[in-house]
């Protein structure tokens, strides 16, 4: 006896209490983009002024070639590859997560304002204070943070709602763009291009003192995603069909909510506002596994190889001038086409 | 296995629909909830469901306050078929069918072979074993109803309450539906609570009739005894005759008619 479940399924039971059952496909899928990535990852190892051939790269990740390219490949390059995957990954999570929660392709962190308001916080930082690179990643924080905090109040009436979350969130993000452009025409002109540098969102000049915080913080955050289990997928059936399956709604949703703002608020502070990534890998991800609703981990997978792609891109287009991640237009793209297919429906 | 509403107050924000409710839900039975539009009969199933928190009372699962309790195990005990539900875009019928078995499962223990046979039952005593593979998407309104159905037999609970159901389908699968609901109550032993407009069903179907009217409880009790010409009169404000129903020997209620009159 076994269940049809229309697509292939692989159950694992190894013991009376420890059982899963895997859809074979976006298994598959997840393995090719994570794949994908490391190719793209150890590619981008090889290239710039320094070239490398991927086996030479291999050698020197594995501790032996010459010194030189141990220096190049570990001590340079790494640091950045290992943050464009982390990153890629933890905004591929956090727009699973915003937009399962929302019900909308358009949930994202961008959508509720996380973004504009930690390029605010970027700003009043530069102006202000200083642009130290922590200081601006505090500014991006508390920026950020607050913002969504405020959206989060605005749009709490009885609990939140998906769509009066995304509508009050596009009101705040818009009214802070014409703050932040003033601020932007106001100011000094060196502040405002180090803020406008930030702004674009790259990958430029990160090295391993980053890779280590960032690396443990998503690192708990994936934690408690997967201690919610399957919860994230009930939710997407309706408060109502999630409580009766025994998911305390409200608790879980700001819980979500709160995982998904901490996993941007990482990643912008850390590489400033790369949107694109959290809007697409979730949709891109569910087209590729054809799961029920959002999944997390093909999210994961797409954003990590999405931003890994991405970065190289940016590095590489114009080398040897380096673009901004966040001019690479995928993000663009996309979402003229999701607006476009939306439209049609 | 018993559900019980204690002096509730129950409403939204700052309207209150009801007020010292009381309500001991007969164990194993199909009791049916009627009444008029805005009566609260929604209200009081969603507090029964623990959806709704009373403001004041409570609502006791096997004599404990239902608030109190882990949320996963009471989602073991009572299940509900909520008035609206979304099928995720690309979930097929089985997948659906499996959420139902999430209050079983741990961490670590996703799809035992509890889960697979409590899936197996629940589709087949629905009628959608066949249907097992397709998207949810592609059914029709009644099929999709009976999936949503065994998601909740899947969960496995000696109490189903179901928000009315029979809402959007057309006759055939109303009937359908309810004649699923009477047969596991009487094979399984479930107790079964539902909203219901239409009152030739529910005196059809249900052995407990509870028939609400501005928040309060006007009437229960065996069907047969409660559906008078005067009760319909009191609360519907509908004159009609009560007659019996030919099929089952039921209460019928004929509404009267001041313009349509056709001598036979």
């Known amino acids: 006896m076994s269940v049809d479940f229309g697509r292939r399924v692989l159950v694992v039971r190894p013991h009376r209490n420890v059982s899963a059952r895997l859809s074979v496909r976006p298994a598959l899928v997840c393995l090719v983009l994570v794949l994908a990535a490391l190719a793209v990852g150890v590619l981008a190892l090889g290239t710039g002024e320094f070239t490398l051939t991927p086996s030479e790269v291999l050698r020197a990740l594995g501790g032996e070639g010459t010194r030189a390219a141990r220096l190049v490949v570990v001590e340079w390059r790494l640091p950045r590859v290992l943050l464009a995957l982390i990153i890629g990954a933890a905004l591929g999570l956090a727009g699973a997560v915003f937009q399962a929660i929302t019900r909308n392709p358009l949930g994202s962190p961008d959508v509720i304002g996380f973004s504009t308001g930690a390029y605010t916080g970027v700003l009043i930082v530069t102006v202000f204070v200083g642009n130290g690179y922590y200081l601006v990643a505090a500014g991006a924080l508390a920026g950020g943070l607050a913002t969504a905090f405020a959206v989060y109040l605005l749009a709490f009436r009885r609990g939140v709602q998906g769509f009066r979350l995304i509508i009050v969130g596009i009101a705040i993000s818009a009214m802070l763009s014409s703050a932040n452009q003033w601020f932007i025409i106001k100011v000094d002109l060196q502040a405002a291009f180090a803020a406008a540098i930030w702004g674009q969102g790259s990958l430029n000049g990160l090295g391993w003192s980053q890779v280590t915080p960032v690396a443990v913080t998503v690192g708990v955050l994936c934690l408690l995603l997967i201690g919610y289990g399957p919860r994230l997928s009930l939710l997407e059936m309706g408060e109502d069909a999630a409580a009766a399956l025994g998911v305390r709604v409200e608790r879980t949703r700001l819980a979500y909510l709160v995982i998904g703002v901490a996993l941007t608020a990482i990643a912008t502070a850390v590489a400033g506002p790369i949107s694109f990534v959290a809007l697409a890998a979730p949709q891109l991800a569910q087209r590729l596994t054809r799961t029920p609703g959002i999944a997390l981990v093909p999210s994961a997978a797409m954003g990590a190889f999405l931003l890994m792609i991405s970065d190289f891109l940016a590095q590489r287009a114009f080398a040897p001038t380096q673009l901004p991640v966040g001019v690479v237009s995928v993000g663009g793209i996309y979402f003229v086409w999701l607006l476009v297919r939306q439209a049609r429906r | ?264």
């Not at chain 2, 929604?42 to 409570?58: D, H, I, V």
């Not at chain 2, 069918?97 to 005593?125: C, N, Y």
């Not at chain 2, 899947?154 to 389908?169: G, K, R, S």
């Not at chain 2, 479930?190 to 219901?196: E, F």
Request: charged share 20%; with cysteine; glycine share 6%.
């Open chain 2, 1 to 264: 296995m018993s559900l019980a509403a204690r002096d509730i107050t129950i409403g939204y924000d700052k309207k209150t629909i009801s007020e010292h409710l009381d309500l001991v839900v007969p164990e194993g039975r199909f009791t049916a909830i009627i009444g008029p539009n805005a009566c609260g009969k929604s209200t009081l199933l969603r507090a029964l469901s623990r959806l709704l928190k009373p403001s004041a009372g409570e609502v006791l699962l096997d004599g404990r306050d239902i608030h109190s309790r882990p949320a996963k195990e009471v989602a073991r005990r009572l299940g509900l078929l909520p008035q609206s539900s979304i099928a995720p875009d690309g979930i097929t019928v089985a997948e659906l069918v499996a959420r139902g078995r999430f209050p079983h499962q741990k961490l670590i223990r996703q799809w035992s072979v509890a889960d697979e046979t409590a899936v197996v039952a629940a589709m087949a005593a629905t009628g959608v074993t066949d249907l097992s593979g397709e998207l949810v998407d592609t059914l029709s309104g009644g099929q999709r109803q009976r999936v949503w159905v065994a998601m909740v037999l899947a969960q496995q609970t000696p109490i189903v309450l179901l928000d009315e159901p029979t809402t959007f389908l057309d006759i055939a699968h109303q009937i359908e539906l309810l004649e699923l609901c009477v047969r596991l109550n009487r094979e399984q032993g479930t107790t079964m609570v539902a909203v219901l407009h239409d009152l030739n069903q529910a005196a059809r179907y249900a052995d407990h009739l509870v028939v609400m009217k501005a928040g309060a409880i006007v009437a229960q009790g065996d069907p047969r005894e409660v559906m008078t010409a005067e009760l319909v009169a009191d609360v519907f404000a509908l004159g009609c005759r009560i007659i019996d129903d030919p099929e089952t020997h039921t209460p019928l209620v004929i509404p009267r008619s001041s313009v349509v009159q056709r001598v036979g």
